[in-house]
């Protein structure tokens, strides 16, 4: 337990795993995380993509090889070929592609189409995400003012294809998923958004859910829904709703979006509600890029940003999506 006036309810001191060759062995305080397919060694693939996205966005011009890119994430191409194509779906080249402006800008004419075919039929019901339902519940006014009182929600870090992230679930369902840099800030954050709710750690939770938001294979998808709970004015909650119609491996725009939520003027207030997400790529805010096909900004990074368009464009070019 942490002491002091100011530690975090939401903080636990807990002993660390001990690894004894690839399998994960943890102590008994600790509840062990599972390992997620993209986990197959306890190596941060996400972390090397996104060193090798800085790189490219430097060097793009000079079209660098995989010699010079596997040097730059410190493994021989044999090694650095092989880690990337099992946590990107496609070969570096293939992936390389999927990060160019006249890619973004042909995900975002598609995503057009398939965003006005999806919206014909309402908004008012649950959107598909990955091979997944997502059922989408707003908090009533009472609810906001009680900022979870009563409420034990089931706290825990996961590992993901994106980095570390945090995720919180509630008796009606998910309430918070954001990525991780630092764990006493994201704690923080989250006492924030539920400030008398009471949190129990549980990362063998939010392991398993983290396994089931990020799934990417066809065919593959559990018989339950997942729920997602949500704090927010009733226009952010018609903005969240609207994001859950945009497929994977396919992009939108704000202007389109506030379209999408006959407000075509609002594109402004659009891109403020999809900037206030409480839920990380569960509901898929990444997929909004600006009209010219630049990716913009986002609330845990652009870099992130554009590995997750990449990671989802490139599993739609090996028809897993």
């Known amino acids: 337990m942490v002491h002091g006036c100011d530690a975090s309810p939401f903080l636990k001191v807990e002993t660390p795993p001990v690894q004894r060759g690839k399998e994960i062995k943890w102590s008994k305080n600790r509840v062990g995380a599972a390992i997620g397919p993209w986990q197959i060694e306890?190596?941060?693939?996400?972390?090397?993509?996104?060193?090798?996205i800085r790189f490219l966005?430097?060097?793009?011009?000079?079209?660098?090889?995989?010699?010079?890119?596997?040097?730059?994430?410190?493994?021989?191409?044999?090694h650095f070929h092989r880690l990337f194509s099992s946590w990107a779906g496609v070969t570096p080249k293939d992936f390389l592609q999927c990060l160019t402006l006249a890619h973004a800008k042909a995900l975002l004419r598609d995503g057009g189409n398939i965003l006005d075919a999806a919206l014909a039929s309402g908004?008012?019901?649950?959107?598909?995400?990955?091979?997944?339902?997502?059922?989408?519940?707003a908090a009533s006014p009472g609810e906001l003012k009680s900022g979870g009182a009563s409420w034990t929600l089931s706290v825990g870090f996961a590992d993901s294809p994106f980095g570390k992230c945090l995720i919180a679930e509630s008796p009606r369902g998910i309430c918070h998923l954001s990525f991780v840099e630092n764990e006493k800030a994201a704690l923080n954050e989250l006492q924030k958004e539920w400030p008398e709710a009471k949190p129990k750690r549980n990362d063998s939770a939010a392991a398993k859910l983290a396994e089931r938001i990020f799934i990417r294979h066809a065919g593959s998808e559990t018989n339950a829904p997942l729920r997602a709970f949500v704090?927010?004015?009733?226009?952010?909650?018609?903005?969240?709703?609207?994001?859950?119609?945009?497929?994977?491996?396919?992009?939108?725009?704000?202007?389109?979006?506030?379209?999408?939520?006959?407000?075509?003027?609002?594109?402004?207030?659009?891109?403020?509600?999809?900037?206030?997400?409480?839920?990380a790529y569960l509901i898929p805010c990444h997929r909004v890029i600006r009209e010219t096909g630049v990716i913009g900004e986002y609330h845990w990074g652009t870099i992130r940003k554009r590995a997750m368009i990449a990671w989802e464009s490139s599993s739609r070019l090996a028809g897993n999506i």
């Open 42 to 52: 306890r190596v941060n693939d996400y972390e090397r993509v996104a060193r090798i």
């Open 57 to 78: 966005d430097e060097w793009h011009a000079s079209q660098p090889d995989l010699a010079t890119l596997a040097r730059r994430a410190g493994l021989s191409q044999f």
């Open 123 to 137: 908004l008012s019901g649950p959107g598909r995400l990955h091979d997944l339902c997502v059922n989408l519940e």
């Open 231 to 279: 704090r927010g004015t009733p226009f952010q909650v018609r903005v969240w709703r609207a994001l859950l119609q945009v497929q994977p491996g396919s992009l939108t725009s704000y202007g389109r979006l506030a379209c999408a939520i006959e407000k075509p003027t609002a594109s402004r207030a659009v891109g403020a509600a999809v900037g206030q997400n409480p839920l």
